[in-house]
């Protein structure tokens, strides 16, 4: 909204437009979300930045729920497979 790029590139015109570009835009979050598809990070749609920061936190946000589930529920078993799942899907 800042940069002035909220409306959406299709011309519907009137309330429409309005619509529209609300429910694409907030689709495109929800999808770049879990997804991270590499191709919304073109400057119409999400842009670099934004995009590099929720790859980011998504990348943060999986050992930071295993530590939170650690710290309250810690049922061992559970914790060790987690984290070993974590070293295979994310490569240190």
Known sequence: LLRGDFWYWIPFGG???I?????IRVTIKIVTDFTSIVQFRHPGELGGLYWT??????MVSLP????IYDSHVGTKSVSNFAWMLLYILIPS
Do not use: D, P, Y
């Not at 930071?64 to 530590?67: F, G, H, L, R």
């Open 53 to 58: 920061f929720g790859f980011i936190l998504t």
């Open 64 to 67: 930071a729920a295993i530590a």
């Open 19 to 23: 619509f529209s570009s609300f429910v």
């Open 15 to 17: 309330k429409v437009e």
